[in-house]
T-cell receptor
Framework: GENVEQHPSTLSVQEGDSAVIKCTYSDSASNYFPWYKQELGKRPQLIIDIRSNVGEKKDQRIAVTLNKTAKHFSLHITETQPEDSAVYFC????????????FGPGTRLSVLP | DTGVSQNPRHKITKRGQNVTFRCDPISEHNRLYWYRQTLGQGPEFLTYFQNEAQLEKSRLLSDRFSAERPKGSFSTLEIQRTEQGDSAMYLCASSLGQDIQYFGAGTRLSVL
């Protein structure tokens, strides 16, 4: 089955700097890769996603890149703000087979003022 | 709030008791998922429904766990003879077809 690894487990950056979180997956059939942000005590919320037919997607300060050959994808947050502090989870799924997500273990991002 | 709704938000029970959680998905979402999340980990898939049909179950879903979605709308997750290892956050998500999954706030289960 699919296995998703995520690094780093914790990340501290100064406000205004960039943050990068990397995930690798094992199932070459996976074709949908969402990123969720979870603040303490709250529900996971989708912040960006990418499908396997594109290599990069951007939404304001957030971007995701996908390398299908190497089976890894990354989340990039630019101009970080204190409200970006949260746990970020990547996930992988095969959208034509149930689409249950396999999540990574999460990255705790702290943006220091 | 028109998002995914889960009840109760918190449940404390004694080992050996049965518990039941409810999830109300976003209206017209035909897919409903259950996940379990323990502290410091990502959500782990348990099971999913398309309308009223339960199409996939994880190996994590032991025979003490059962889920239903009788009318293709709300779903219930029951855990029988709870064990301390069942303590976790149980998350529900819904989607319209193969679209984005929207999560509920979860039910936190504590087994004493």
């Amino acid at each position: 089955g699919e296995n998703v690894e995520q690094h780093p487990s914790t990340l501290s950056v100064q406000e205004g700097d960039s943050a990068v979180i990397k995930c690798t997956y094992s199932d070459s059939a996976s074709n949908y890769f969402p990123w969720y942000k979870q603040e303490l005590g709250k529900r996971p919320q989708l912040i960006i996603d990418i499908r396997s037919n594109v290599g990069e997607k951007k939404d304001q300060r957030i971007a995701v890149t996908l390398n299908k050959t190497a089976k890894h994808f990354s989340l990039h947050i630019t101009e970080t703000q204190p409200e970006d502090s949260a746990v970020y989870f990547c996930a992988a799924s095969r959208s034509n087979y149930g689409q249950n997500f396999v999540f990574g273990p999460g990255t705790r991002l702290s943006v220091l003022p | 709030d028109t998002g995914v709704s889960q009840n109760p938000r918190h449940k404390i029970t004694k080992r050996g008791q049965n518990v039941t959680f409810r999830c109300d998905p976003i209206s017209e979402h035909n897919r409903l998922y259950w996940y379990r999340q323990t502290l410091g980990q990502g959500p782990e898939f348990l099971t999913y429904f398309q309308n009223e049909a339960q199409l996939e179950k994880s190996r994590l879903l032991s025979d003490r766990f059962s889920a239903e979605r009788p009318k293709g709308s709300f779903s219930t997750l029951e855990i029988q003879r709870t064990e301390q290892g069942d303590s976790a956050m149980y998350l529900c998500a819904s989607s319209l077809g193969q679209d984005i999954q929207y999560f509920g706030a979860g039910t936190r289960l504590s087994v004493l």
